[in-house]
């Protein structure tokens, strides 16, 4: 097969698999922008209850490690 009608295959190929992923794409359930915003909220806001959390121990450790050290 030469250079060329592998390069023309290579491109059909390419092109067939942009189509298949612009129809995957139609059929996605893509969420509300209210959905999206309450997903942020409640991320962000268990990022920092276990930043606090962890952060506490963290602390806590730190305090018996140099008590028991001393």
């Known amino acids: 097969m030469s250079k060329k009608k592998k390069?023309?295959?290579k491109t059909r190929k390419l092109g067939n698999y942009f189509?298949?992923?612009k129809i995957e794409l139609k059929k996605v359930s893509w969420p509300s922008k209210n959905e999206i915003?309450?997903?942020t909220v409640i991320?962000?806001?268990l990022t920092v209850i276990f930043s606090a959390f962890?952060?506490?121990f963290d602390y806590?450790?730190?305090i018996?490690?140099?008590l028991i050290s001393v």
Do not use: P, R, W
Request: glycine fraction near 10%; charged fraction near 20%; avoid cysteine.
């Open 54 to 56: 962890i952060g506490g």
């Open 7 to 9: 390069a023309v295959k």
């Open 37 to 39: 915003i309450s997903s």
């Open 43 to 45: 991320v962000l806001f």
């Open 64 to 66: 018996i490690l140099k």
């Open 60 to 62: 806590l450790f730190t």
């Open 19 to 21: 189509k298949e992923v």
